[in-house]
């Protein structure tokens, strides 16, 4: 039991890590960027791969139902988890644009400086501000 119950934590602990962000025209042609949280193209294609495993193993693999069930349930639980990562972004943007003071705004802004990811934070805040 504490094997299953390790094996399926390890699983969601893999699939939250395998999102990644990345800049969206929307509307296209518009000129204006957002950010959005995807889910991993790694991770999509390891997902395509195993899934053309099990169609292939149908005739002899008699859990491949099992298989392609496993299966739809990472694909969806990864895109139902970027998308909540990106609606936690806009939002936190959002609310910081929105009440956040000066100092708020500095701490945040020294943070990204020294993570390396100034630029990338700036296109995200204006593509939620405007």
């Given at each position: 039991m504490k094997t299953k119950l390790y094996l399926i934590l390890a699983t969601v602990l893999v699939i939250v890590g395998c999102t990644t962000t990345k800049l969206v025209e929307n509307p296209p042609g518009s000129g204006k960027f957002e950010k959005v949280v995807d889910v991993d193209p790694k991770l999509q294609a390891a997902l395509d791969a195993a899934n053309s495993i099990n169609e292939a193993s149908k005739p002899f693999n008699t859990f491949s139902g099992a298989v392609a069930?496993?299966?739809?349930?990472?694909?969806?639980?990864?895109?139902?988890?970027?998308?909540?990562?990106?609606?936690?972004?806009?939002?936190?943007?959002?609310?910081?644009?929105?009440?956040?003071?000066?100092?708020?705004?500095?701490?945040?802004?020294?943070?990204?400086?020294?993570?390396?990811?100034?630029?990338s934070l700036n296109k995200a805040v204006k593509s939620v501000t405007g």
């Open positions: 069930i496993g299966l739809t349930t990472i694909a969806s639980f990864a895109t139902w988890f970027a998308r909540r990562k990106t609606a936690q972004l806009n939002a936190t943007i959002a609310g910081v644009e929105a009440k956040g003071g000066s100092d708020v705004k500095a701490a945040i802004k020294s943070a990204a400086m020294a993570a390396g990811v100034e630029n």
